[in-house]
Structures are given as C-alpha cells and as structure tokens.
C-alpha cells in the first residue's frame, strides 16, 4: 500500500480468476500520500506491451487500449502520475470466450421417462478424447440451462458451486471460465458434466411451483487446450458426447438431492444435440458462489437408535457433507431444519405453507445418500438448504461425529465492514444480521433460504443501504438488477421477485398479475442502482437502469392518475384536483408483517391469513403516495448525475406535486397522519414528506405512539430500518435506545434472547413458549445494523458525498457504553473509526484515506475537520440527552 496504488480491480466476476468481456472497467484505491487524481497505466495483453495510458480518475476507468478478444490474458499495472513513486503490483485478469466466437453445440441428455418436478434424477454428459503431448494451459469454458458440475478425469473444475447461477434464462445466461491444467495428462482423457434442473427446471417458492424457463436442460462448454509441443486442441459438446444417468438419482434445489452408490453403470446412450436455445453467452459482473466455510457439529445428540440431530451452532445456507458412509447398502437420510421441539428433534412446521381454502404445503429439506462399495463422500451440490440443524436417520451403522461438516455456501462477498462494541448484545445482533443476509445472498438476494427462497425485490430495497456496509455488493447487485430488468413487464411493472421462474411478464392472467407492481417493491428498480452509486460512485448503474426507472414511475404516476381507491371514491365520487397524483387504486403489500396484535386468548391475529380479502382491499395509499414521491425525487436527483437537465425539472416538479398531494390527502394541520401508525411517521419523516414545522410534533406523535406500545416498536418490513436513526435526527436518541435494548417482544434482542444467531421474519419468530413461527433467517429487520454503523458507531457517509469522498464521524453512545470500533472499505480505503469514553470525556480516533475529507462530530457540539490521514481527539461528554434535533436531519 503507502506510496502506490493498490487492490486494482476489474468490474467483472469469475471464480480462478477474474473473466471480463472485450472493454472491462478499471479500479484501484489511490496510494496513502497520493497529492493529485492522474495515473498512468501499463498493460501486457497475452505477454506483448501496450502503449502507455493516462487517466484522470481511479474509478470505473474505461478500458483506454483496442477491444480485447476471446480468451486473452491481460496483466495491468497503475501509478501516481508526475511523482518518484512506483508501480503498483501486477493484477491480471482473462477474457472469457465471447459469445460470436463458441462453436460448441448445446446438447441435452437423455430423459426416457419424467416423473415430474422436483422428482428428476441428474445426468451425466461425457466425451473422452487423446491428448498427444503434455499440457501447458488448458481452460474449460462452459454453462447450462440447468445446475452443472463438471469434471476433468475425476478431479472437479474450478471452485464455483450452483453454476451458471439464477438469471432470467430467456434473456441473460452467464458461463463461467476453470482453469483445469492440472486435470489434463498426456493420452487419454475424460470430461464430465453432471446437469440438474436447478433454477431453470426446478420448483420455485412457497409452494413448490414449476419454473417456466424451459423443458429440456442443456449444457454447452468448450475446452482449450495448448501443449508443449506447441499445437492447440479444443474439446467441443457436441453429438458425439454420451449422455448415461447419474448415481444422483432426484436433484432438487428446494426439495434436496438423493444419490445411489449401489446402482450399476449405465450403458451410455447419444447425447441430443440442438435440442434447445438459449440467450447469448455473457460473463457474470458478480463473484461466484463457492463454500466459504466448514463447520463442524457443535452437538451431536442420539436421539433414539438409529437418528442423531446435529446443532452446528449457526443458521445459514449450504448443506452437509458426509465423510463416512457406512457399509455397503447403509442408507443415511439427512434432514434440514432452522428450530428443534422441547425434545431436541428437528421441528420444521413453521416453515409450511398455507393459502386459504388449499391444503397445506408440508416444508421438507431432505438428502438421502446410499453407500456404495468403496470409500466416498457425499456432498449434495446440486442442492442447497437453510439450516442450523440436521436430523440425520441411518440403520444398523453409527455415526462419527468427526466426518460430519456443515458447508456454508453462498456467494463469496468480499467483506467491507465490522463492527463491535462494548455491549456484547449488540455484537450478537451484530453477527445475526450479518449470517442473515450471508445466508440470503446466494447468487441473488432472496427473503428466505427455506420455505421461499425468493429474490424478492421489497427485500432487497429496505437491506441494501445496510448490505452496502457488510459486503462489497456492487457487482452481486448489477447482476440481479439485471433480472430485475429482463423480468420487467411491458406496461412497465417490476416483478415482485427476480429472476422470476414464474414468469408473470408472459402469464398475465395469473392471480399473482394482479399482486404485481407494489409500492416498496417495485421501487426497488430506482432505489437499489441510487445506493449503489451512492455507495460506490458508479454512474454505469444508474445508466444501464435508467429505462427500466422511468417506466416504473411511469407507470406508477398513470395509475395514480387513472384510479382511486374504492373508499375513497364511496366518500367523494368526484375526486379532488390533487388525487392524480395519490397511488391509492393498485395493489400494495403495505407496510407488511407489522407486530401482530392478539386476540382475546392471546392468540397472535395475522390480517392476510384471517381474512385475506379485507387486506387485500385495504386501502394502502400512504405507503403508495410516499414512494411515489421517493422514487420520483430520486429520479430527479438520478437525471442531475446523468447530466438530463429536462429530465430532472420534470421529475422534481413531479415529486413536489405528489409530495403536496401526500400532505393533502394524509396530513391533519397538527402534524398527525391519517393512518397514525408509528411506520406512517418514521415514512413520513425520512422521506421529507413533511412541512419543516410539522416534523417535531410528527415526532412527538411517534414518539407517544412507541410509549403506547410500553416503548416498544410498531413497524414492520418497510420502516424499521429508518425508525431509530429519525428518532436520533429528532433529538431522541433516547428513546432509540430504548428500542435497540428493549428485551420483550417486538424487538431484536428478544430475538437474541431466545438463541437467534440470524434475523426472524416475525417479530416473534420463537413465542414464550419456544415454538417456531415463520422463517428463522430473514434479514430485513436487519436493517437495524445500518443504525449501529452510522450511530453508534457514528460514521456514515456526507448527506451529498458520493463514493464516501466526504465523510461523518459522529457517535451517540448509547446507555451504559464506553467504546465501539469499526472500519469500512470505501473505494478511496479502508476508514477506521474507533471512540472510548473515559468518564466526562469522550475520545476518537480514525484513519481517513486518501482523497477523503471528514466532519468529526463529538456529541458536545464540537466539530473539528479531518482527512486524509490519522485523527485524534477528545471532548466533554454530556450525559442527558437535549432532545434537540441534530443538524443533519435525514431526507430523500
């Protein structure tokens, strides 16, 4: 680091190595003393020099030399330009194989019966073929429709799991690129590909329905090969691979996987060329998903003969692997599950599904595996599961605990933040958010890795802001932004979830048509690609959006202009001037999963499944007229960056009209909301919907509505992740922390009293009783963690700073702590913040990076100017609270 740029980067993915198309973007963090913003740059592409370059910036550089070409290897190095200061160490990267230049067929197994969904075996697509020397490179370039695994003489390809991933498979379909010269030997070889349905052919969500992508999986792949002596081969799919069973006999993504190592070979059968077609070949933007760790059982219990349940102490995504599987013939069913009953066993019934007036849908995550004859080891990766606990049912053999292993899988997210303090409850809090979303972040951001295992957008909307501070999620984003936008529908709705196996853009006579295009959800299209570049200073991200945004709130505005809520239009069949721009006659999810009240027995009452028709009609126009606004002012504020002045003068006009509608249709003269619920008022607040002289007695009115409440929360999934952080910019941290270390339900560290180790779904996902409720691993209440970086914590990025170039340092301690230290990796550096109070005195320490200006903050009022470099100092620490608003209150 010091003197020289370094961590250069590329904007692309891939698994060995980096694998771009023809112009990737270049990135670097300047050096420490860096005095100027110009660099030079050299590259070598496939060993052979280039013309030196220049650039004004460290950013998402373009590429400055010709278009590279199919499978190009490039090393690039940067430095300060006009300084004695040295080149930065050589990054590389490689060019996949673009898709002009495949000439491999796509070829299909052979299927000769279809016992249905959920219910397919895998197959096994294979070539052999003769190398006449030793190999010096070799790279296998493939991709499917369908899950594959792929293999070169028995020794695995790569290290990325559930490849191609989940995209919208009738526009994007992304390869991945394996070095495998190791695999290769001169004389004779072998090449196999196991296929499953995966995402393309499998079951999709709560209650299991076929994805609609296709019938027939397909595999296309090509092998490079260059040897010693100076010739090329190239290894090809097409009709004269083989295609022969698998001893995976039933591979499910939700459902599990069951292999046989009993059953005999197979004779093989012609593989079916030209069966299927499929998008052009792209290369990922996104990192790959890979086991990112092993865990061994924290506890193995015997709970009868026969049937052990393994607790690895954690609730994540991944599955089990099994080193020992017994005698021949001994059959181990291996069950996944997130809670275990008062007797130890594992206890799944809180993840079924129910829809009124249909029977239940039993969850179940299962794996079975069959011991062959000789030494093997399972490991299910044409599945994968959420759990904590494993019930694991094997007869007449035992079980070695030491041969036992969770497999955390998710995408492999390079870490940008951390986080502790002296309150050891809100490091686990902490730590539950963050396994929460890890769990959540395979290939794509979905709610739940059990009974759903959605991209839903609501989701991803109300977590990126706090993903942003975990996890470098730039590319993860870009690549489900881009499903996002393939599943839009013509009228310009965004899908509730992406990819969207269901298809709705094609089946609009769906019941779920009708559930499609709700405020907070289908915002995310605007909101998501606004925090990234406000995060990463990426501008690409909201150009390559900016159609999809403009049809969204286009079609938002029509329906807002063309229809009224039925209520509304029984009280004034005439509507009112301002109405055009009140989103009131669509459907809307709401503020969602809000504490349930209780019924006269104590039984808790959920409105959608009591009667769902009644929330169904609900009119939910506060939630729709709000980010109608936010969204529409984001737009405005998106256009000034991507330099369309016209544009942005509408957009703004726009959204002070809606703004002014939201006032007239839900704002009483006394500050108070029509709806009068504590999420109407945190909305209300942190999108700068209200008059400036309204916002203190909007908060008093939460604030009495939170004292209501015995001083606990009432919002739900939209507006819990701005509740604390409005009520500390009103002058009421206290009653923030109040929320924060409430212990009696709702509240987060009830969940971290009964065991959580991730973020429930329902505020009461584990009743005083100890049953389960809903899903045990659902992050958007996790949002919470934002609170503890930019609070607590105190460092958050300038209300106008893009790319964290100008930064805040300003701790609220919190009741009974002394210190808190955390860092974040900003694209200019790492920026540590670490505070200690010692009695009346509270001290900070920090490290800014170069190119970074901070505003130091001490919650006395004094203010000092920092950056870049090291900054320390101390201040009186008042200890009441002045309930006086802070100067930068939060807006759109």
């Known amino acids: 680091m010091g003197g020289v740029p370094y961590d250069l980067t590329v904007d692309s993915g891939g698994d060995q190595f980096p694998v771009t198309g023809s112009a990737p973007r270049l990135s670097w963090k300047p050096a420490s003393d860096s005095a100027g913003p110009e660099y030079e740059l050299e590259a070598l592409i496939d060993g052979a020099p280039q013309q030196p370059a220049t650039s004004n910036g460290h950013l998402y550089v373009a590429w400055p030399w010709a278009a590279l070409r199919s499978r190009q290897r490039v090393q690039w190095r940067v430095r300060t330009a006009g300084t004695n200061a040295g080149w930065s160490d050589w990054s590389g990267f490689e060019v996949g194989l673009l898709d002009p230049d495949w000439t491999a067929s796509w070829i299909s197994p052979v299927e000769n019966r279809d016992p249905g969904y959920g219910q397919r075996p895998a197959n096994i697509l294979a070539a052999e073929f003769v190398l006449p020397a ?16 792929a293999a070169i003489n028995g020794q695995r390809a790569g290290t990325a799991e559930l490849s191609p991933g989940t995209t919208s498979y009738d526009r994007t379909l992304y390869a991945q690129a394996s070095d495998v010269t190791s695999a290769l030997k001169p004389g004779r070889n072998r090449v196999d590909i196991e296929l499953s349905d995966g995402w393309y052919r499998g079951q999709v969500g709560a209650f299991r329905i076929p994805a609609g992508w296709g019938t027939t999986l397909g595999v296309r792949a090509e092998l490079h090969i260059e040897l010693a002596d100076g010739s090329r081969q190239v290894v090809v799919t097409d009709d004269t691979w083989t295609s022969t069973p698998s001893t995976t006999v039933r591979a499910d993504l939700m459902d599990g996987q069951v292999t046989d190592y009993t059953l005999p070979a197979a004779p093989p059968f012609k593989a079916l060329a030209g069966l299927v077609e499929a998008p052009p070949i792209a290369w990922s933007p996104a990192p790959p998903v890979r086991v990112v760790e092993s865990r061994p059982p924290e506890r193995l219990e015997e709970l009868r003969p026969g049937v052990w349940v393994a607790d690895f102490g954690q609730n994540a995504s991944g599955w089990i692997r099994l080193e020992d599987l ?24 809180h993840l079924d599904s129910h829809r009124p007036g249909e029977p239940t849908r039993i969850f179940s995550q299962r794996d079975e595996v069959t011991a062959g004859a000789g030494a093997a080891v399972f490991e299910p990766r044409h599945t994968v599961h959420g759990f904590q606990y494993a019930r694991i049912s094997r007869d007449g053999a035992t079980l070695d605990p030491a041969k036992l292993t969770m497999q955390v899988v998710h995408t492999n997210l390079r870490r940008t933040g951390e986080f502790s303090c002296s309150n050891e409850d809100l490091n686990h809090l902490y730590r539950m958010g963050e396994w929460s979303f890890l769990g959540n972040a395979v290939d794509v951001p979905t709610d739940c890795p059990t009974r759903e295992r959605l991209a839903w957008t609501g989701d991803y909307q109300v977590f990126v802001s706090t993903a942003t501070r975990l996890r470098d999620v730039l590319g993860f984003s870009r690549k489900w932004l881009t499903s996002v936008r393939d599943d839009q529908l013509e009228d310009g709705r965004i899908a509730n979830f992406s990819p969207d196996g269901r298809r709705i853009k094609n089946n609009l006579d769906d019941q ?16 998501v690609p606004w925090e990234l570049y406000k995060a990463y200073g990426d501008e690409s991200v909201l150009a390559e959006n900016w159609d999809a945004m403009t049809r969204w709130v286009q079609w938002a505005l029509d329906k807002a202009r063309t229809t009224r809520h039925l209520g509304r239009a029984q009280l004034s069949p005439e509507p009112e001037p301002f109405e055009e721009y009140l989103w009131d006659g669509t459907f809307h999810w709401g503020e969602w999963i809000e504490p349930q009240k209780r019924d006269e027995d104590g039984k808790l009452i959920n409105p959608v499944q009591d009667n769902p028709m009644a929330w169904f009609m609900e009119d939910k126009g506060e939630v729709g007229t709000a980010y109608l606004y936010r969204s529409t002012a984001a737009l405005a504020q998106i256009a000034r ?4 002045s016209a544009d942005a003068f509408k957009y703004s006009a726009i959204a002070d009209s809606i703004r002014e509608a939201w006032q007239a249709a839900y704002l009483r003269p006394d500050g108070t909301t029509a709806t009068d619920t504590q999420a109407a008022y945190v909305r209300a607040l942190s999108f700068g919907l209200l008059p400036e002289d309204l916002r203190g007695k909007a908060t008093d009115r939460l604030v009495e509505l939170i004292r209501s409440a015995d001083t606990h929360l009432g919002t739900g999934f939209l507006s819990t992740g701005d509740l604390l952080p409005v009520l500390v910019e009103a002058g ?42 809903e899903s045990l691993n659902h992050y958007s209440k996790g949002t919470v963690l934002r609170f503890l970086y930019e609070y607590t914590l105190g460092l958050r990025q300038d209300q106008e700073s893009v790319a964290w170039r100008s930064l805040v340092i300003a701790p609220t301690p919190g009741p009974g702590l002394t210190w808190a230290r955390g860092s974040h990796e900003t694209p200019n550096g790492t920026i540590n913040v670490h505070w200690q109070l010692n009695g009346d005195e509270l001290c900070i320490d920090a490290d800014i990076p170069a190119n970074t200006v901070a505003r130091i903050i001490f919650p006395d009022g004094t203010e000092h100017a920092a950056g870049p470099g090291r900054f320390r100092a101390a201040s009186t620490f008042p200890h009441t609270s002045t309930s006086e608003p802070r100067r930068s209150a939060a807006t759109v």
Do not use: C
């Open 134 to 149: 030793e190999v010096t490179s070799a790279r296998l370039y493939a991709t499917a429709l369908g899950v594959y695994t």
């Open 732 to 773: 009421r941290e206290d009653v923030a922390y109040e929320l924060l270390l409430q212990r009696t339900a709702p509240s987060w560290l009830y969940m971290v009293d009964k065991g959580a180790t991730t973020i429930w779904e329902a505020w009461e996902g584990i009743d005083q009783d100890g049953n389960a409720h």
């Open 641 to 644: 960056v991507l330099g369309r």
């Open 512 to 527: 779920f048509a009708m559930m499609t295009g709700s405020a907070g959800w289908g915002d995310a299209i605007v909101a």
């Open 326 to 349: 017994g005698p021949e013939g001994t059959r181990t069913v291996i069950e996944y599950g997130e809670h275990v009953d008062p007797d130890g066993d594992l206890s799944t019934s």
